[in-house]
């Protein structure tokens, strides 16, 4: 394992140390790729919409209300902005392959100190376990700053265990006879983006006193790789094509019929263009 486990990254840093560092650790945290002004303003989104719906509803399901402001936000043009964002396709691009897509319903979650749902104080557990595909990248992009109260914890390396057995949404203790003991609480600031392989161990570390956390999750994947049945009945937008399959776009069909173009021009759906 390496020691570093509070390591961030940036677009700029050498490809070949952040993948060594994800294969052993099975997680990066990445830095500065997302404008501070973007993010100032995607938190804005956040919070505006969130004042909206507070202000209508005497009595607001905190869970209910998040999914209603994602469900807003990716309707807005600050979305396609996070999801064409070239510096994360670039970074996603040397993990997954050219063949990228984002999984639909990423989810909003506002951690706040007087929030009970068991939802936002999770033991840990892996992405595997509730239908996150081993070929898929799990992702939380950080909407504001962590405290060491309500922050991700990590097990590096734990990903290299393989399926770990679970029993009632935790780690099978009684029936196995394995500990693990070696987590990092993550310093993650607003604008962060931390991913991790879907058999990586993780929990959250609870909520704090006085400090709300607001995040995004989100799934990427390549379409070149075999869905879990949750991840194919969810859907997914593509959002980049590598060399081979914009070939095929061209002639138009993946039975590459011959001569479909002769005599005319090759060319693309428009609606297809930023892909």
């Known amino acids: ?22 294969v052993t650790n099975g997680y ?10 973007y993010s100032n303003q995607l938190l804005k989104f956040i919070l505006s919409k969130r004042k909206l719906i507070e202000r209508k509803y005497k009595k607001v399901d905190t869970e209910q209300m998040c999914i209603s402001i994602m469900d807003l936000l990716e309707k807005d043009n600050l979305f396609d902005e996070f999801s064409f964002n070239e510096k ?3 970074i996603l691009i040397n993990i997954l392959g050219q063949e990228l897509c984002i999984f639909n319903f990423p989810h909003l979650w506002i951690n706040k ?43 590096p390396g734990s ?18 006879k394995i500990e693990f003991k070696n987590s990092a609480n993550l310093k993650l600031l607003k604008g962060d983006l931390i991913i991790w392989h879907a058999l990586l161990l993780h929990k ?22 075999p869905f879990s049945s949750q991840e194919r009945s969810i859907g997914y937008r593509c959002i980049n094509t590598g060399p081979l ?11 590459l019929a011959p001569f479909r173009l002769y005599g005319g021009y090759p060319g693309i759906d428009q609606r297809l263009r930023k892909i």
Do not use: C
């Not at 239908?131 to 992702?139: C, I, K, R, V, W």
């Open 1 to 22: 394992m390496i020691k570093n486990i509070n390591k961030k990254f940036t677009f700029n840093s050498n490809k070949n140390d952040y993948l060594s560092f994800f």
């Open 28 to 37: 990066l945290v990445f830095k500065d790729i997302f404008s501070k002004k």
């Open 88 to 90: 994360l396709q670039n």
């Open 113 to 155: 100190p007087n929030n009970k749902n068991p939802v936002l104080v999770k033991t840990p557990h892996m992405d595997a376990w509730t239908g996150t595909s081993t070929n898929t990248l799990f992702a939380v992009y950080m909407a504001t700053n962590s405290d060491k109260f309500n922050s991700i914890s990590v097990y």
């Open 159 to 176: 990903h290299l265990l393989g399926l770990v057995p679970s029993k009632n949404r935790t780690i099978n203790q009684q029936d196995f």
């Open 204 to 225: 959250t570390t609870g909520q704090s006193n006085n400090k709300e956390r607001i995040s995004i999750t989100l799934r990427y994947s390549s379409t070149e790789t």
């Open 245 to 255: 399959n914009t070939i095929k776009r061209y002639i138009g069909n993946d039975q």
